[in-house]
Every structure is written in C-alpha cells, then in structure tokens.
C-alpha cells in the first residue's frame, strides 16, 4: 500500500462561521420547498375528488415537472467532498453513497408518471369497485326478498263518487305474470286486475264505501329473474262524504248548499232567484235557472267559481237536467218558448259537452227530432237510454256515431244500475225487467222477501235496489208508504215509513249503496206546490240514511240530494 492510500485526505469542510451559516440556510431552504411541493401535490389530490369530468382530465393528465429548490449562491468558498473511488466489481453500493431522489417524488417512480396521477387513478378505481360491488350486493339482497312495492297511485276520494277508480302498484323489479286469483281487497268489492311490465292495476268496478281502510294484497308475486315469492300489500283510507242540496226559498234566494252528512258544515255554493234543478259531477255542477225569457243553464266548479253559461238550442225552457260523469256530457229535454200545435219543440232530449266548446245536439230517430217522455244517461259511459212519446225504448251513444239501437217498447225507465250496464225498466204491461243493454237479454225483476207489492220508483245501487212502495186501503187511497231496500238476494229491509200525511218524493243510494237520501214532504195536505217549471211543496226534508245499520243520520231542510241521477218527480 502506498503512502498516498496511509493518508487518504478527510472530506473538506466549512472553515468559517459564514460558511457554516449559508450551508444551514440552504438546508432550511430545500425543507421549506419540499413541504410546498407535498402540500401542492395533496391539495391536487383534493381538487380532483371534489370535481368531476374535467378534473379528472386535469388529474390523469401529465403535470407540470416540479421546480428543484433554488439554493442560495453561498457567501464564499465552499469545499464539496472529494469524489469516491470507483468500487469494485463485487463490492455492494454504499446507500449513504447514492444520489438523492428529487424533491416532491419517490426515488422509485419515474418521472413520467406522477404520484399525484397514480394516487387518483387507485382511489378512483377503489370508489368504483365499491359501487359495483354495492350494486351487486343490492341486486343479490333483491333476489333474495323478492319484489317490493316502489310506489303506490290511488286518488282516494275520487273512488267514492265514481266507479272505475284505481289503485296500481309499482314494484321495484319486472314481474311474472299476475293471475286475477291472486289479488284480494278487504273490505271486498268488485274488481279487474290489469297487470304488466313492474305495474300491478286493480281497478273498482263499482265507487268505494267512505270514512273506510282499503286493504290490496297481491299474493305469490316473483320477479321474471325467479327468486323467491311475495305478497304485495298496500292499504289506503277513503275520505267522508258530502252532499249537495237545493233549498228553494218562496219569499228569497235559492241556494245550492254542500254539506258533510251531518249538517253541521253546510256551505252555499251557488245562489239565484229561481233554481230549478242541478246535478253534479265530481268536479262540476250544472244548474238550471228560470227567469222571465225562459230556463239558462250554468256549468262552475263544485264551489260554484268558473261559472259560465251554455248555449240552448234557442229560447225556452230546460227541464230533467242529467250529466255524464265518465262522458263530460249534459243532457236536458227542451221545449221552445214559443210553442203551437204546428210550431216548435216539445221536449225533445238535448246533449252537448260539459266544456260548452261544441253546439247542442238534438237525438234524432230515423232522421227525425225525437219528442222525449223519459230518459237516463247510462253510469260511467256516454250512452243514453230513451222512451219517445210512441213508447219506443232506444239506446243511443254519444261517444260514436252508432245509429239508435231499437229495445222494444216500455212506459218507464226506473233506473240503471253502476258497473252492470243493466236497466230496470217497466214494459207496457207493467212488468219490471231487468234488462242487459249490452246484448237485449232481459228477466223479472225479482219479487222482495218480504213482498211489499209493486213499487211507484226503484233505485238501484251496488249491491241491490231502492224500492218506494205504497200502502193502500180497499178504496185504492193512499194510508202510508216506505223506503225498502231489498238486496240481491231478494231480502227487504224497511228504512223508511210515512204516514198518510206525509209524502214521499224520491229515494237515491250514494255511489256504493252506503247511504240512502229519502226526500219527504211533511203534511202534504199543509204543504203547497211552488210554481216552478219542476214544481214541489214548499216545504221537503231529505232524510240520510245509514243502509247498513238502518239509522237515520240527519234530516236536512232541502232536496235534489247530488246523488240522484234525476230530480224528483212530482
């Protein structure tokens, strides 16, 4: 070994104070910038979670190279270590010998491929893998419970006013076929099943009771995948009933009231020198007028806002006013003013549309304006059902353009019931039919148990009719008379019994046959008749009537109860 490897010379170091002191603040340099580039690099990183698309691009995309740290030019000379020999072949490299990696980035990542980047990339692969694994841990949890109900549509209080209505529930997946056999409602009505895609319909063939809790239950429901089965189940709660009432005042204002079933919340809704008959819908009221010119009919919303006039067929008088919910059609007979033997109309039957966007149209039969004795719009269609002054029994659709549909020949038209598109009607030799508009079939009219006789009016409802039957003595005078209702099933149950002095004038059901409204004129003898084109006594009280229980409610001063097809008829 030579002399020169003995005394291989120590590193060099600072000799002075100044020298010592800019080495120092150069280190405390380079920390100050490593720090900044690392608190750059994590606010990036927040940056580009908290954007979305053009952040991600921002992120993904190659950064801006860092800045190495400037050092500061030092005060003077500063002696750097005297560089290593070359190691050998074998030897292991020295790691206090090897270059340090660059501010701001690990010695082991290329600078091609920033941290920042690489960060993002692995998080935002992990968030994604989170929520495929998330989705298909919910669709394993969904097989496994099989459908659920998502969403549930039922318009409540349009189901007690008119038939049709429906409840459809939703399911959060595609399902199998649903048979009818496997739909149940509680309390039980009638009704069709409509079902496809995630959707489930039932719809109510006839309106639903009030004030009750609906329960729909869907039994054995599987999704198309298979799975295990279920029982959709949803219930909702119908709304209390109103009702609408006229009270004619013979010395003031006539005024159309709604009131709820008890008469404590009654409200004046419309009001007029001379009302002569209304009906409603379930979201209008039509109401005839009189003045010195002859009848004007109206059309306004339930609470008597919107009001406007329709147009007649000319001057005249409107009378047996009717409305087709399901249709959006009003129907009236209409005679001219200005009537003769050779001139004018007389009771000819008139629709036109609720909206008043269209013009009057008179029912023609075999080309002819047809003079009307009675009719009736067939519940939840268009259709009208007709007896011409020749007795003629016909059927006529607004809706199309059908020609008259001949049914024989009648002397009444007692009622039609919801949902069964059937008519009681009374032929010419005073048998009662039931008879089906649909195909012409016909039957009797089933006798009550017990029988009261041949009834003056019957009213059918969901479930069975309203009958109003008169006791006579072995003079054929009058001595009382009674409100029956009689099922379907031929059983007869007395609601309500007048004496000889009362009368009574008209028996209608609610919608669903929940409740009776009987209008009666107490002592008739007393009681004097209006002088209105529908004349009554001055004096009527409607009686509402709890048909299940047979109590009575409330008797209301007032008639034309709104859940009457027609006015009563004197």
């Known amino acids: 070994m030579s002399t020169e490897d003995e005394h291989e010379e120590a590193p060099a170091v600072p000799q002075t104070r100044a020298q010592m002191r800019a080495a120092r603040e150069a280190a405390e340099a380079a920390a100050a910038e490593r720090e900044a580039a690392e608190q750059e690099a994590a606010e990036r990183k927040v940056a580009a979670f908290e954007a979305a698309a053009q952040e991600d691009v921002e992120a993904t995309a190659t950064p801006t190279a860092t800045p190495a740290p400037t050092i500061p030019e030092p005060s003077g000379p500063i002696f750097l270590p005297a560089a290593p020999a070359e190691p050998a072949e074998s030897a292991e490299p020295d790691p206090d010998l090897q270059p340090p990696a660059p501010f701001g980035r690990d010695a082991d990542v290329p600078a091609s491929q920033p941290k920042t980047s690489r960060k993002f990339v692995i998080t935002l692969a ?67 099943v409509d079902a496809s895609g995630r959707g489930v319909g039932v719809r109510f063939t006839v309106p639903l009771d009030d004030s009750t809790t609906y329960t729909v239950s869907v039994a054995d429901v599987v999704g198309t995948g298979g799975g295990p089965s279920t029982t959709l189940t949803t219930s909702f709660e119908t709304p209390a009933s109103n009702i609408f009432l006229l009270r004619r005042e013979v010395d003031g204002i006539d005024k159309i009231f709604l009131t709820d079933l008890g008469g404590e919340q009654a409200v004046p809704v419309f009001e007029h020198d001379k009302i002569n008959d209304f009906r409603a819908t379930s979201n209008q009221l039509v109401v005839s007028v009189e003045d010195d010119d002859g009848s004007r009919l109206f059309v306004m919303d339930r609470d008597g806002a919107n009001e406007r006039e329709l147009t007649l067929p000319g001057e005249g008088y409107v009378g047996a006013i009717q409305v087709s919910d399901r249709g959006g059609f009003v129907g009236y007979s209409y005679s001219d003013r200005e009537l003769s033997d050779t001139e004018g109309r ?66 009444t038209i007692q009622g039609i019931s919801r949902g069964t598109y059937t008519a009681i009607v009374e032929r010419l030799d005073g048998t009662v039919v039931e008879l089906n508009l649909a195909d012409g079939t016909e039957e009797p009219l089933a006798a009550s148990d017990p029988d009261y006789g041949t009834a003056t009016s019957i009213t059918p409802f969901p479930g069975g009719t309203l009958r109003h039957v008169v006791a006579r003595d072995e003079a054929g005078l009058p001595i009382g008379q009674a409100v029956v209702r009689v099922d379907d099933d031929g059983t007869a149950t007395p609601l309500v019994e007048v004496g000889s002095t009362d009368s009574v004038l008209q028996a209608c059901a609610s919608p669903s046959g929940q409740y009776a409204a009987v209008a009666v004129a107490p002592d008739l003898a007393n009681n004097p008749y209006d002088g209105m084109l529908l004349p009554l006594p001055e004096n009527v009280e409607t009686h509402l009537i709890d048909m299940e229980t047979g109590e ?17 008829r004197f």
């Open 346 to 411: 007389a009771s000819v039957l008139v629709t036109q549309s609720l909206s008043g966007e269209d013009e009057p149209e008179i029912t023609e039969v075999a080309g002819e304006e047809a003079s009307v004795f009675a009719w009736q719009f067939v519940p939840d269609s268009a259709a009208v059902l007709f007896i011409d002054f020749d007795g003629a029994l016909a059927l006529i659709d607004r809706s199309t353009d059908s020609d008259v549909q001949s049914l024989g020949l009648a002397s």
């Open 126 to 192: 992990s968030v994604l893998g989170v929520l495929v694994l998330g989705g298909i841990g919910l669709g394993v949890v969904s097989l496994l419970q099989g459908p659920r109900i998502s969403n549930v549509q039922v318009d409540a209080a349009q189901a007690i006013e008119s038939s049709g209505s429906r409840v459809i529930l939703t399911a959060n997946q595609t399902l199998a076929d649903i048979d009818p056999e496997q739909v149940t409602v509680e309390p039980a009505v009638p009704f069709t």
């Open 552 to 568: 009575e409610l409330v008797a209301l001063t007032g008639f034309d109860a709104s859940w009457c097809q027609t006015g009563p």
